[in-house]
T-cell receptor, first 114, second 115 residues
Framework: AQSVTQLDSQVPVFEEAPVELRCNYS??????LFWYVQYPNQGLQLLLK??????LVESINGFEAEFNKSQTSFHLRKPSVHISDTAEYFC????????????FGKGTMLLVSP | NAGVMQNPRHLVRRRGQEARLRCSPM?????VYWYRQLPEEGLKFMVY????????ESGMPKERFSAEFPKEGPSILRIQQVVRGDSAAYFC?????????????FGEGSWLTVV
C-alpha cells in the first residue's frame, strides 16, 4: 500500500516569488511519481511525472520536481510564479509493478496574489 | 480530438434517489478509472474497469455503489439511494492500457449534490 502526504494545505505567495510545494510518500514497493494541477471547477491535468532516469523533471510551464529516494520526497518548485498558477496541486504515486491506478495526496492550494 | 467526457457536469438528487454518472474515455483508451473528491480531501480511488471487466474495485463502498463499462457505450457509475454524504465531485479518467506510469487523463468531473 502507498500513501502520499502533502504537508501544506495552502501556500500563499506573491507574484514573481519562488514557491515549493512539498510531497512525501510512503510505499513498500517502488513507485512512479506524479504532480497534477486542478484549476477551479475543472478536472486534473498532468503537470509532470518521474518514471526513471534523471531525478529532476520539468514541465513546459516552468515547474520542476526532484525525486529524492532517501527522503521519499518529490517536492514541486517554481522560481517565479504567476497569478495564473493559482490552482490546487496534487502529488500522486502509482505502484511500478501494479496497475496504473494513482494514490493521491490531499492537495495543496497555491494562492498567488499581486 | 476529444478528451475524457463526463456528464452530467452537475447533478442534484434528493435523498433516496439514484444517481447515474457517465464517462466516455479518450479515443483509443479502453481503461477507465473512477475517483471521488470529497470537500477538503484529495481524490480517492474507487474502481478501475476495462471493457466489460472490473479490474479493481477495492475503493468502492460495499453497498449502493456499482460501476460498469460495457462493450458499447460509456462507463457508468451508479449510486443507489443516495445520502448527503455522497455529495462530492466524481472524476473519471482513462488510459490506453494498464501499464503503471502511463499518463492517466481526467475528465472535468461530475458534481453530485444530495439535498
Amino acid at each position: 500500500a502507498q500513501s502520499v502526504t502533502q504537508l501544506d494545505s495552502q501556500v500563499p505567495v506573491f507574484e514573481e516569488a519562488p514557491v515549493e510545494l512539498r510531497c512525501n510518500y510512503s510505499s513498500s514497493v517502488s513507485v512512479y511519481l506524479f504532480w497534477y494541477v486542478q484549476y477551479p471547477n475543472q478536472g486534473l491535468q498532468l503537470l509532470l511525472k518521474y518514471l526513471s532516469g534523471s531525478t529532476l523533471v520539468e514541465s513546459i510551464n516552468g515547474f520542476e520536481a526532484e525525486f529524492n529516494k532517501s527522503q521519499t520526497s518529490f517536492h514541486l518548485r517554481k522560481p517565479s510564479v504567476h497569478i495564473s498558477d493559482t490552482a490546487e496541486y496534487f502529488c500522486a504515486v502509482s505502484d511500478r509493478s501494479g496497475y496504473s491506478t494513482l494514490t493521491f495526496g490531499k492537495g495543496t492550494m497555491l494562492l498567488v496574489s499581486p | 480530438n476529444a478528451g475524457v467526457m463526463q456528464n452530467p457536469r452537475h447533478l442534484v438528487r434528493r435523498r433516496g434517489q439514484e444517481a447515474r454518472l457517465r464517462c466516455s474515455p479518450m479515443k483509443g483508451h479502453s481503461h477507465v478509472y473512477w475517483y471521488r473528491q470529497l470537500p477538503e480531501e484529495g481524490l480517492k480511488f474507487m474502481v478501475y474497469l476495462q471493457k466489460e471487466n472490473i479490474i479493481d474495485e477495492s475503493g468502492m463502498p460495499k453497498e449502493r455503489f456499482s460501476a460498469e463499462f460495457p462493450k458499447e457505450g460509456p462507463s457508468i457509475l451508479r449510486i443507489q439511494q443516495v445520502v448527503r454524504g455522497d455529495s462530492a465531485a466524481y472524476f473519471c479518467a482513462s488510459s490506453p492500457d494498464s501499464t503503471s506510469g502511463n499518463t492517466i487523463y481526467f475528465g472535468e468531473g461530475s458534481w453530485l449534490t444530495v439535498v
